[in-house]
């Protein structure tokens, strides 16, 4: 049995050339591989979609339509930065040769041949019925959309939850024991499809994750006892812990993500299991930041990495109004020699000025000099207090 595992497609007018690419790079995979299932781990959009000839929606209902003339395909809801509740609906109502099952609630499906060439996903009872199901099922799927307190409040699977109050991890792991009770005797592969943030997680230096989420620990998840865990969210392809995995994102989607993007082929023998990692071909996005050095006259990046060959690259210099003139855009792009393209940020630091009632006392140049350095926690050299007596000296004699 083969599985295909995808996750954060991110489709959206803005990048609009990057993941119709990406997204004709799989298809055309998928058609050499044939599946016998399809997982897509949530995120499926960018952001909320507005129907027009110029936005997303079009050519990411082909790519999900030519998927499902391929392969059963299984997907679920993403944050709702990204999936909106209810913006996968519109994959129910596709006329496509497999079946699509959309999951915006935890869900337990089977996938059943209901005759020769005729799939269909069927959701898993809880009672003994299971069994007899079982033995037509050639699949066992959890699915686990991204979790958020206000998710708890309909009370799947009989739970009540009050958000003041609720243990929401003591009740997600209810979730995940539930899932494991439900697959006990299921004698083929069992899948756990999840949107989540896993506790140990590598992310990619540019991604930027919801505040105050909710974060799973492995031991948690593996709760589930499933053979093989495809999750979404995280944009690094990495496997967290044995059998558990991220996809990654199928293209390069934030500046700072300099990793390769690739997706999942989980391979099925016997009691074997073989999970390869597919390369997407997709332009790496990398995020360097510089500052100048007054006191060595030079720029200074912290970040070693020579990541910038044939990337989108992104600088961003932090500059004082009087060290703005002496940096130019040509002395920032030969610095990274080979970047596919730049995008320049220059950032004013606002300086500090500080009028202090020492200062005001002061009598002379010098000691006005002197509470000023001391102010800023700054020194002056003897030479420049000799200097200011002279300017002041001058003055005087005028």
Known sequence: ???????????????????????????????????????????????????SSASAVHPALGAMRAMAEISPVAIVLGNAMHDAPGSLEIFRGLDTKYPIYVAERPATVLLIEDSPG????????????????????????????????????????GTSIDESTFDVQEAIRGIFLRFAALGDGFQGPKIMTAHCLVMGASTSGGQILPG????????????ARA???????????????????????????????????????????????????????SRRMSFHEL????????????????????????????????????????????RYPGAHSYKIERLIIPEERVRTELIVKARSLAEKIIEWAR????????????????????????
């Open 118 to 157: 005729h799939f269909v996903f069927v959701e898993c009872p809880g009672d003994h019925e299971r069994y007899k199901l079982f033995k037509r099922a050639s699949t066992l799927v959890h699915l686990f959309p991204y979790p958020t307190k206000s998710f708890w409040l309909t009370g799947q699977y």
């Open 212 to 223: 105050q989420e909710i974060a799973i620990g492995k031991n948690d998840l593996a709760l």
């Open 291 to 334: 500052r100048y050095d007054a006191a060595e006259c030079r720029l200074i990046d912290d970040n070693e990495n020579r990541d910038w060959s044939d990337t989108e690259l992104r600088i961003r210099v932090y500059l004082t109004k009087e060290q703005s003139s002496l940096v130019s855009e040509e002395e920032l792009k030969a």
């Open 227 to 281: 053979d093989y865990y495809a999750l979404g969210h995280v944009h690094m392809s990495q496997e967290v812990a044995p059998r558990m995995h991220y996809a990654g994102s199928i293209y390069h989607v934030n500046f700072g993500e300099a990793e390769a993007k690739s997706f999942n082929l989980v391979e099925f023998s016997e009691q074997l299991m073989e999970v390869n990692s597919i390369e997407i071909p």
């Open 1 to 51: 049995m083969k599985i295909v595992h995808t996750a954060d497609w991110h489709w959206s007018e803005q990048h609009l050339e990057k993941c119709t690419a990406s997204a004709t790079f799989i298809v055309q995979q998928l058609e050499t591989i044939r599946p016998d299932l399809h997982v897509i781990a949530g995120d499926y959009w960018d952001r909320r979609q507005v129907l």
């Open 375 to 398: 102010a800023l926690e700054k020194t002056v050299s003897p030479s420049a207090l000799s200097l200011a007596d002279e300017l002041e000296q001058a003055h005087h004699s005028l």
